[in-house]
């Protein structure tokens, strides 16, 4: 039976698949060449995600609101600008926003959450937070709950970080031989001696052991490679690792979900939180607004979806959930995005504007600390000092990106045309649209962050805190 929301159909069941790292021209179905200028083992294939673009509506021009992780998948949930929801550092601050799963059970709908990264989508940002079935490295016990629940309405949410470094892999659990092999025969192939002491030691999921050993190595790896500017060789293991996590994991796992969304009145959602770049000033994803980083894929499937349909219309994270409001029963919030129209998507979109940001609260290892106390004490501490480092707005087909120094002064501005695939270099002046974009900018980060938990009361230390860090209470 098809139920009316709006005039539009409602799915039963929402399912969001998120593919961590994975670049928007890393599907073979969309013509781009930059895998196969890498891969080194036949011809690069993504079949499931082919299958599954030539089958639904692929989004070719969808920004990130962020080049990482936690911010990225906050705005995705939430609907919102990481400056409004609270995430827009890798690991700070808690989500001060309903998100989907919140919004979901509002309305009675179950929840599943299941996620390769606890540490960072987890309780500690608040990713848990409106959960009923809460996940880890576990993509069959937690589809196998929505089977159990498909008699009910349902959100369900898979991630999975093994196009993440160490590409391919993640842990040993899903690559026992093949990760300790690949990390001798690299050390092996490129002359690398493991440090004594370990300057990056950030992790995403809990780890011990020859687990922790050996992604401690393969970053050891990524950073001499890294400070000999080999990027290509970042780039060819970047690549191989997607063909190899395609193969031995989630082929056969997607499979399983197309087959269930065939069979059932739901709406598959496939994407990736941002990208990966190997470059002087792309360092992976997590200090980059560069396109190969903050253009990202996503995918819509499902009965009442346009079939074998490219969208190259500007849209946003942030437009997700908006979207999944309109099709199923979640609650309604204050949103940022804005909805799209899946049986007729080009004609819903119109001209949208997109922002994305890096901020930096330390080093590497300021990082850790800070988030190591977190967890020990599992309860959130006072935020670490921020900076914005970098910055980008879209519109239409023109983007600009901004750097800055640790004092906050403008050192880099470039200006680009957006052909809906790709940037390029704009060679005519274009004082009038930079001049719109600098506006747009300059209107986005006077947004003030609005928790929407109610505060009695503040002491005076921590509006000397928050004045620290710029706000205005």
Not at 10 to 18: D, F, G, K, N
Not at 340 to 347: G, H, R, S
Not at 360 to 372: E, T
């Amino acid at each position: 039976m098809i139920r009316k929301k709006n005039d539009s159909q409602l799915y039963q069941h929402i399912i969001l698949v998120s593919l961590d790292s994975l670049r928007s021209d890393c599907i073979t179905a969309v013509n781009s060449d930059f895998p196969n200028r890498f891969y080194r083992g036949g011809k690069f294939k993504t079949v499931m995600l082919d299958y599954l673009v030539r089958r639904g509506t692929y989004f070719s021009n969808c920004i990130s609101a962020a080049p990482y992780t936690s911010a990225s998948h906050a705005a995705y949930f939430t609907g919102c600008w990481p400056r409004r929801n609270g995430v827009y550092e890798f690991f700070n601050r808690r989500i001060g926003r309903p998100t989907l799963f919140e919004l979901a059970q509002r309305e009675n709908i179950y929840t599943i959450f299941q996620t390769d990264f606890p540490i960072i989508l987890g309780d500690s940002l608040g990713f848990s937070r409106g959960v009923n079935k809460y996940f880890i490295e576990s993509e069959s016990a937690a589809f196998s709950e929505l089977i159990r629940r498909q008699n009910r309405d349902t959100v369900s949410f898979f991630h999975f970080g093994g196009i993440h470094y160490p590409y391919g892999f993640h842990k040993l659990k899903f690559a026992k031989v093949d990760f300790p092999k690949k990390v001798r025969e690299l050390e092996s192939k490129f002359n690398i001696k493991q440090a004594e002491v370990y300057t990056d030691m950030l992790d995403e999921s809990y780890r011990e052991g020859e687990d922790r050993e050996l992604l401690l190595k393969y970053k050891t790896i990524i950073d001499t490679l890294y400070s000999r500017g080999d990027y290509k060789s970042l780039h060819q293991l970047y690549v191989n690792g997607i063909d190899y996590f395609l193969k031995h994991r989630f082929n056969r796992f997607i499979g399983r979900v197309i087959d269930f969304v065939d069979h059932t009145n739901s709406l598959l959602i496939v994407f990736a939180d941002h990208g990966e770049n190997w470059a002087p000033d792309s360092r992976g994803h997590s200090n980059a607004i560069n396109d190969s980083v903050l253009r990202v894929p996503i995918i819509m499937y499902g009965n009442g979806v346009r079939k074998n349909m490219v969208i190259t219309d500007l849209i946003r994270t942030i437009d997700v959930v908006p979207t999944i409001h309109q099709y199923s029963k979640i609650a309604s919030a204050d949103f940022d995005g804005l909805p799209i129209n899946l049986a007729n998507p080009k004609d819903s979109i119109g001209f949208r504007e997109a922002f994305a940001q890096v901020w930096r609260v330390g080093d590497r290892m300021k990082i850790y600390k800070h988030q190591q106390h977190i967890l020990k004490s599992k309860k959130m501490i006072r935020p670490l000092a921020t900076r914005l480092e970098k910055e980008a707005v879209y519109y239409g087909r023109c983007v600009l990106n901004r750097e800055y120094s640790k004092d906050g002064v403008l050192v880099g501005e470039n200006f680009y045309k957006n052909t809906g695939k790709r940037l390029i270099v704009a060679k005519k002046n274009f004082s009038k649209e930079k001049t719109n974009l600098k506006n747009r900018l300059k209107k986005y980060n006077q947004i003030k962050y609005n928790n929407s938990q109610k505060i009695n009361k503040v002491n005076q230390s921590i509006i000397n805190d928050l004045h620290a860090l710029g706000y205005r209470v």
